[in-house]
């Protein structure tokens, strides 16, 4: 019924000749479209969505009955309308995606003028792939997305890196396996490259290098191997790089002090070895580092200190060894800390707690110790956002655990709490203190039992004794 429909509209657009200009009622001109153009969109809509009467409802799609998934501009010579966007997706809920919706190769060459082509939760079912020989004919594509599409697998086309004129490609939470071609190096005005949340394996290509104009690159969540390559050094503009969630090992590249305006590095969860190069103090816009599950085994550096636009960072399950360093209270713009299940020891510092922002910090999993020594606004804040448990040697103050503001911290109250010792009254009695501290000499002279002369009685009682000694020498 489909094909009949769309069958109809063709004909309809035939027998409207070829020309670019028609006389309206008026006697002027009105701008339309190249038929072969339109027979193209309507082909391109009749295979995404669930509406056979699509093309019948949007005769003139940029004009009379425009729909608003699709825009067209006028060229000045030949005044006429092409299409060049087409935006399929959930906010663009009539008509939806059909359950065997599919990607018409053919019919998308027929819309040379296109510039954005968006589609996003339609292929759900039916599997999808790419046609290694469509993009290499859409010499206007800036902007491909096909995102969120489970049924979209197959190889990602080479013939994407011959999309000279494309800015963004975003192919992310598909199904799309292989290597990531390495004729993408050769897309000069790609600015943003988002491949992530899809099976994809190999290794990163070093042409990557090539995307000079390149300022995000997510290729997380995927199955990637190797090291990271050192030409992603070379791309000055990047402001995000997030390569987490992969099979990427080796050391922390040096190359990635080199990316000065970088906001984000996501490393996480990979196969990366220690120790963390000085080099990365270069990173001075930073504000998000997550290393988080590298086996690192090593310290904190001391350089992450200078990051005072930091905002967060996890270090989380990194096999850290040594103190928490004491800098973290100069990074007031840090609202979430992640040290867990680490080996850190020593004491937490108490300065950690003056951080106007912080609103997660997580040091639980470590061999800390000593008191802790928070004040009690912070804890408060936080919550069950302050996670301190399984450190076998720390300890709350009695205070705090008399308030029962310690139980979720899972600490038991300090036996001879910092804070309790300072403030002790020397005009209370401290048992065997007060006798320690009597000269030795005057211990045990006399007890509260002992009875004691009155002192008026001493003179009398002596001259008394005087004369009875008189009295015996005659």
Same mark, same amino acid.
């Given at each position: 019924?489909?094909?009949?429909?769309?069958?109809?509209?063709?004909?309809?657009?035939?027998?409207?000749?070829?020309?670019?200009?028609?006389?309206? =009622?008026?006697?002027?001109?009105?701008?339309?479209?190249?038929?072969?153009?339109?027979?193209?969109?309507?082909?391109?809509? &009749?295979?995404?969505?669930?509406?056979?009467?699509?093309?019948?409802?949007?005769?003139?799609?940029?004009?009379?009955?425009?729909?608003?998934?699709?825009?067209?501009?006028?060229?000045?010579?030949?005044?006429?309308?092409?299409?060049?966007?087409?935006?399929?997706?959930?906010?663009?809920?009539?008509?939806?995606?059909?359950?065997?919706?599919?990607?018409?190769?053919?019919?998308?060459?027929?819309?040379? @003028?296109?510039?954005? $082509?968006?589609?996003?939760?339609?292929?759900?079912?039916?599997?999808?792939?790419?046609?290694?020989?469509?993009?290499?004919?859409?010499?206007? $594509? !800036?902007?491909?997305?096909? !995102? =969120? %599409?489970?049924?979209?697998?197959?190889?990602?086309?080479?013939?994407?890196?011959?999309?000279?004129?494309?800015?963004?490609?975003?192919?992310?939470?598909?199904?799309?396996?292989?290597?990531?071609?390495?004729?993408?190096?050769?897309?000069?005005?790609?600015?943003?490259?988002?491949?992530? @949340?899809?099976?994809?394996?190999?290794?990163?290509?070093?042409?990557?290098?090539?995307?000079?104009?390149?300022?995000?690159?997510?290729?997380?969540?995927?199955?990637?191997?190797?090291?990271?390559? @050192?030409?992603?050094?070379?791309?000055?503009?990047?402001?995000?790089? &997030?390569?987490?969630?992969?099979?990427?090992?080796?050391?922390?590249?040096? @190359?990635?002090?080199?990316?000065?305006?970088?906001?984000?590095? &996501?490393?996480?969860?990979?196969?990366?070895?220690?120790?963390?190069?000085?080099?990365?103090?270069?990173?001075? /816009?930073?504000?998000?580092?997550?290393?988080?599950?590298?086996?690192?085994?090593?310290?904190?550096?001391?350089?992450?200190?200078?990051?005072?636009?930091?905002?967060?960072?996890?270090?989380?399950?990194?096999?850290?060894?040594?103190?928490?360093?004491?800098?973290?209270?100069?990074?007031? %713009?840090?609202?979430?800390?992640?040290?867990?299940?680490?080996?850190?020891?020593?004491?937490?510092?108490?300065?950690?707690?003056?951080?106007?922002?912080?609103? /997660?910090?997580?040091?639980?999993?470590?061999?800390?110790?000593?008191?802790?020594?928070?004040?009690?606004?912070?804890? %408060?804040?936080?919550?069950?956002?302050?996670?301190?448990?399984?450190?076998?040697?720390?300890?709350?103050?009695?205070?705090?655990?008399?308030?029962?503001?310690?139980?979720?911290?899972?600490?038991?109250?300090?036996?001879? =709490?910092?804070?309790?010792?300072?403030?002790?009254?020397?005009? !209370?009695?401290?048992? &065997?203190?007060?006798?320690?501290?009597?000269?030795?000499?005057?211990?045990?002279?006399?007890?509260?039992?002992?009875?004691?002369?009155?002192?008026? $009685?001493?003179?009398?009682?002596?001259?008394?004794?005087?004369?009875?000694?008189?009295?015996? /020498?005659?």
């Amino acid at each position: 019924m489909a094909s009949v429909c769309l069958l109809l509209v063709g004909l309809l657009v035939l027998a409207a000749g070829v020309v670019a200009l028609q006389k309206n =009622s008026d006697g002027g001109e009105t701008v339309v479209m190249e038929e072969e153009e339109l027979l193209g969109l309507f082909e391109v809509m &009749d295979a995404l969505l669930e509406d056979p009467s699509w093309a019948e409802m949007h005769p003139q799609p940029c004009t009379d009955t425009p729909w608003p998934g699709v825009q067209c501009e006028i060229s000045q010579d030949p005044l006429i309308f092409h299409v060049t966007k087409i935006h399929v997706g959930p906010d663009v809920l009539i008509p939806p995606c059909k359950a065997n919706a599919n990607l018409p190769a053919k019919s998308l060459l027929k819309l040379p @003028y296109l510039r954005t $082509l968006s589609i996003f939760d339609c292929f759900l079912t039916s599997p999808v792939s790419l046609s290694p020989t469509l993009f290499g004919a859409f010499s206007s $594509l !800036e902007h491909l997305a096909l !995102e =969120s %599409n489970p049924s979209l697998h197959g190889v990602i086309p080479a013939s994407l890196g011959e999309v000279a004129n494309l800015r963004i490609l975003c192919l992310s939470q598909n199904n799309l396996q292989g290597e990531i071609p390495k004729e993408l190096g050769g897309l000069g005005s790609l600015e943003q490259l988002d491949l992530s @949340y899809n099976n994809l394996s190999g290794e990163i290509p070093v042409e990557i290098g090539g995307l000079k104009s390149l300022t995000i690159l997510d290729i997380s969540w995927n199955g990637l191997e190797g090291r990271v390559p @050192y030409t992603l050094g070379q791309l000055q503009l990047l402001q995000k790089v &997030d390569l987490g969630s992969n099979r990427l090992a080796g050391r922390i590249p040096q @190359y990635l002090g080199k990316l000065k305006r970088l906001v984000l590095l &996501d490393l996480s969860n990979n196969f990366l070895t220690g120790p963390i190069p000085q080099t990365l103090s270069g990173m001075e /816009q930073l504000e998000y580092l997550l290393i988080q599950y590298n086996p690192l085994n090593t310290g904190i550096p001391l350089f992450i200190g200078t990051f005072r636009k930091l905002t967060v960072l996890s270090f989380s399950g990194c096999g850290l060894t040594g103190p928490i360093p004491k800098y973290f209270p100069f990074l007031r %713009n840090l609202t979430a800390l992640s040290l867990d299940k680490n080996s850190l020891n020593g004491i937490i510092p108490p300065d950690l707690g003056t951080l106007p922002r912080l609103d /997660q910090l997580n040091l639980s999993q470590n061999h800390l110790s000593g008191e802790l020594l928070f004040p009690e606004e912070f804890i %408060n804040r936080l919550g069950k956002r302050l996670d301190v448990r399984g450190n076998s040697g720390l300890c709350t103050s009695n205070r705090l655990y008399e308030k029962n503001i310690s139980l979720y911290l899972s600490t038991p109250a300090c036996l001879h =709490s910092a804070e309790s010792s300072n403030n002790k009254s020397w005009a !209370e009695p401290q048992s &065997d203190d007060c006798k320690k501290m009597k000269p030795s000499w005057e211990h045990g002279i006399r007890s509260s039992n002992t009875p004691v002369l009155n002192q008026d $009685l001493l003179l009398p009682y002596f001259f008394v004794w005087f004369l009875r000694f008189l009295f015996l /020498q005659l």
